[in-house]
């Protein structure tokens, strides 16, 4: 089963004295340099036989290798990483994970990353950082951050944009997936956009988990792999004029949008998992997404003015474009 689309040509370059910004996911990059049979207990149990069965076919390094590269070419400002990059949480897996980032993506000035719920898989690897202590340069605020919990961070980019990390990810039981933001993060984040250095900024938020459920969730699914305080974060992020929400989780492609109080929109947007080397329905394919930001002729905030998503072909023909949006975009719900 495919989307039937008809052949999309982006442009090469984003809009003149605009920004290009590429969204990668769910990278699930899996190295074990060493096997220790005592970090294999409790979730890593389900997680482990769920890895040789399944997500070990379906999930490729050499893919996400390619598409990083494929983005030197396509006129990259910044790349974001909305989480998943490791299955396990294992030490070894973020070392892999982020040498594979900075030798083909870039470094921490163009990269930017946020945790997923397999980057928090265990109580352990949650309580001593281990995904912070590997990609904090990748993580660092323009602005100050609580010294205790660095969520959420912001990246303020020239011309217009703010790049604004959210944490969903928690530590959950086995079988389950579910993400959650917290009062505490809660009140930052409301704060953090309310301050003056984000005001006339394009403001786009990153975050692993979503805040509208896929199109294939039931009631039972979204208990089992939702945020919980999704109806919470989505009005905290409508209140302050967010513009757009990108995030993984879920292995497929999504778009929405938004009404704002302030009668704007927030588009919310879902690429899929980067790493799929193949997927009878190509809704669950290998993806990327590209979002042109273009100038505000009267000097505002930049505006969304495209997004084109890449579905993940072959070895030979790497990344192709597959869905395009563009203004107008769907009408707001």
């Known amino acids: 089963m ?165 944490c969903t990810s928690i530590p959950s039981p086995p079988l389950l997936a579910v993400g959650r933001v917290g009062s505490k993060q809660r009140d930052r984040l409301n704060a953090l956009l309310r301050r003056p250095e984000l005001q006339g900024r394009f403001i786009l938020a990153a975050m692993h988990h979503h805040l509208v459920p896929p199109r294939d969730h039931t009631p039972r699914g979204e208990l089992m792999h939702g945020l919980i305080d999704a109806n919470d974060v989505m009005k905290d992020l409508l209140d302050n004029h967010t513009d757009l929400v990108i995030h993984g989780h879920n292995h497929q492609h999504g778009f929405t949008s938004h009404l704002r109080p302030d009668g704007g929109t927030m588009h919310i947007c879902e690429a899929g998992s980067t790493s799929v080397s193949h997927h009878r329905d190509d809704h669950y394919g290998g993806k990327f997404n590209l979002y042109d930001l273009a100038p505000d002729p009267k000097g505002g905030k930049p505006t969304l003015a495209r997004i084109t998503t890449f579905l993940y072909r072959n070895p030979e023909a790497g990344f192709t474009p597959w869905k395009l949006h563009e203004p107008p975009f769907d009408g707001p719900r």
Not at 50 to 61: C, D, E, V
Not at 65 to 93: H, M
Not at 114 to 129: E, K, M, Q
Request: with cysteine; charged share 20%.
């Open 2 to 166: 495919t989307d039937p689309v008809g052949p999309l040509h982006p442009p090469a370059t984003p809009p003149k004295g605009g920004l290009r910004v590429a969204h990668v996911s769910d990278l699930h990059i899996l190295h074990i340099d060493r096997f220790e049979p005592w970090r294999f207990v409790g979730k890593r149990i389900t997680g482990g036989a769920n890895l040789l069965l399944k997500r070990k076919k379906a999930h490729s390094t050499e893919v996400v290798v390619q598409a990083l590269e494929q983005l030197q070419t396509l006129g990259v400002d910044q790349i974001v990483v909305t989480g998943d990059l490791s299955n396990l949480s294992l030490d070894s897996e973020f070392a892999a994970a982020r040498q594979i980032i900075e030798a083909h993506g870039g470094g921490p000035e163009r990269v930017s990353v946020i945790p997923g719920n397999h980057d928090r898989y265990t109580y352990g690897s949650a309580l001593r950082r281990r995904f912070e202590s590997c990609f904090s340069p990748f993580m660092a605020s323009d602005l100050p951050t609580d010294p205790d919990d660095p969520y959420p961070w912001v990246r303020l980019i020239d011309p217009g944009l703010a790049i604004v990390g959210i």
